[in-house]
């Protein structure tokens, strides 16, 4: 085996491989090393319950991706070539708000818009509002923030600045009355797992709800697992190397420069021109043979955010939602006051579970993939704090809130009774944080960074360490946690340039 190509890559999450399929794409070498037997990170499928039963351990939803040009634009032929295929779902999502009804969320402004005048007309010119003044500029600085670059200077950008300024809570409540419509945006707005009372969370209402309303509950055929699988043969049919189990112990640096990695096995992979981390940026400074003091203040502002808890359960029939005309099945449903909500993340933060009137998130993507089990996979997601009463979660703690929450569920939503459920998997904090050592503390979206200044932003803004050849990815660098691929292109454009490789044709958007 030839140990030596122009650019390793450490770790096979959904970034890391982005970042190396766009450099393979310029021409360069690529050798990728994930520690786990499997690639994929958090976009990975397995069968966590029963033999045939395909379960997304964690991410499903593939909707923040689909804005990003590697998608939308289809950049590395990911769709076309290599077999990655997305289902926009119809309904985005379904919120109950009474035990007998429900609100849909269309992937399409206009018929979700008529939705809500059955509650506000008032509101429903709000949501109308809104989604124009995201299309009409906001959309546009919202990429280019995404994207890592300087916002343009007009007064779009002047204007998304100071959304973002503000929270989640205070845009959500300012703009909609009807408590029903709250409800549903507010819980909309938390779906990337950001406490919505905080400063800086403003621009999430708007576009969360614009890629729901755009692109439904985002579902790749065959799992979230498709992703990974589509970028790492892209990667293999550019000349590049995908290992599995080789876990990265050390980062080699000599004459200041990063040459290379050691596997825990003792391997060594040189890297002609750059070595790329999709490792947790808190783990990569006690990894270098040198010091790095960037990167331990780095580390020091790192905080794991708030931890989730999951459950997986395979049922012999989909989930449904009552209506007051009917019901329906579908892809995401959404419980969970905004009180609700506040009460649980304020208990999280204290270390306790609220679990009165929480945000739940209830997916079935069989509803609309159904080749991935003999019957329905279903996953309810929530938080809940790290530790309780400050130990690791049991396994019996577990399985007590797993069973809160279906009784909570089974208020609102029909399929879920005992004779429905086949298996059950619940996945506390602590089991999460050991399904991939890159969900330090049970944390989901990569955590976030306190600053000096009081702020707290996702993802650290340098993709460029104080190494020279050593480079960030992944979900702990800009912008930050979800399936967003931004990362790891943001990253893939920083590398080109400083190997002075003209990417300005593979990369031409935000
Ligand atoms: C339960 C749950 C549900 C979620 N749901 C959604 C959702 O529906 N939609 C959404 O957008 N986001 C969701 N997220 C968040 C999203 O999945 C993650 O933010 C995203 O997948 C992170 O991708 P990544 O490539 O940055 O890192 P990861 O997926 O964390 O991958 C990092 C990889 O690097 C490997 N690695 C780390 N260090 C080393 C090393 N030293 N050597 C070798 N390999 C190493 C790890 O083993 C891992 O495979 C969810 C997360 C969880 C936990």
């Not at 206009?110 to 124009?132: I, K, P, Q, Y």
């Not at 825990?264 to 006690?286: N, P, Q, W």
Request: contains cysteine; charged residues 20%; hydrophobic residues 40%.
């Amino acid at each position: 085996m030839n140990n030596e190509s122009d650019v390793v890559v450490v770790g096979a999450g959904h970034n890391a491989l982005t970042c190396a399929a766009y450099l393979a794409e310029a021409g360069l070498t690529v050798t990728v090393l994930e520690g786990r037997p499997i690639i994929g990170g958090n976009t990975v499928t397995e069968e966590l319950t029963l033999p045939g039963w395909r379960h997304d351990s964690c991410s499903s939803a593939h909707v923040v991706i689909q804005s990003n040009p590697m998608i939308s634009r289809d950049e590395l032929k990911l769709r076309e070539k290599y077999g990655l295929e997305y289902i926009v779902t119809d309904p985005a999502v379904v919120v109950p708000f009474e035990e007998d009804d429900a609100l849909v969320i269309h992937p399409d402004v206009e018929r979700t818009a008529v939705n809500f005048e059955r509650f506000s007309r008032r509101d429903a010119d709000a949501l109308r509002v809104m989604m124009g003044e995201w299309d009409s500029g906001l959309r546009r600085a919202h990429a280019y923030f995404q994207a890592g670059l300087e916002l343009p200077d007009d007064e779009w950008s002047i204007r998304y600045r100071a959304l973002r300024a503000r929270s989640a809570w205070d845009v959500v409540m300012s703009n909609f009355d009807h408590p029903v419509i709250q409800r549903a945006v507010m819980w909309t707005s938390f779906a990337t797992i950001q406490p919505p009372e905080r400063s800086g969370t403003g621009a999430l209402p708007a576009a969360i709800l614009a890629g729901r309303l755009k692109f439904g509950w985002t579902t790749p055929r065959g799992g979230s697992g498709a992703l990974p699988n589509a970028l790492a043969a892209h990667v293999r049919d550019h000349g590049g190397e995908v290992h599995c189990s080789a876990w990265v112990e050390s980062f080699l640096v000599e004459g200041g420069h990063c040459v290379g990695v050691v596997t825990a096995d003792g391997t060594t992979y040189r890297a002609r021109r750059a070595v790329i981390a999709g490792s947790h940026i808190t783990t990569l400074s006690s990894s270098l043979n040198v010091p790095a003091p960037r990167l331990d203040d780095a580390a020091s502002k790192w905080q794991p955010g708030l931890s989730v808890f999951a459950v997986h359960f395979a049922c012999s029939s989909h989930p449904t939602y009552r209506k007051s005309q009917g019901s329906v099945a579908a892809v995401a449903g959404a419980l969970g006051s905004p009180e609700g909500l506040r009460r649980q993340v304020d208990a999280a933060l204290a270390g306790r579970v609220d679990a009165d009137d929480p945000w739940l998130l209830i997916v079935d993507s069989t509803a609309v993939d159904p080749g991935r089990a003999p019957g329905a996979v279903v996953k309810f997601l929530t938080i809940a704090p790290e530790l309780l009463n400050g130990q690791p979660w049991s396994d019996s703690a577990a399985d007590a809130l797993a069973r809160d929450l279906l009784a909570y569920a089974r208020r609102y939503v029909d399929g879920l009774e005992e004779r429905n459920i086949v298996a059950m998997r619940p996945e506390s904090p602590t089991t999460i944080a050991r399904h991939n050592r890159a969900n330090i503390a049970g944390s989901c979206h990569g955590g976030e960074f306190h600053l000096e200044d009081g702020s707290v932003i996702p993802g650290w803004l340098d993709y460029r360490t104080e190494i020279n050849g050593l480079y960030l990815t992944g979900s702990t660098s800009h912008p930050g946690g979800s399936v967003s691929g931004r990362p790891g292109r943001n990253c893939a454009r920083v590398v080109l340039g400083d190997l002075g490789i003209d990417a300005t044709t593979l990369l031409s958007t935000p």
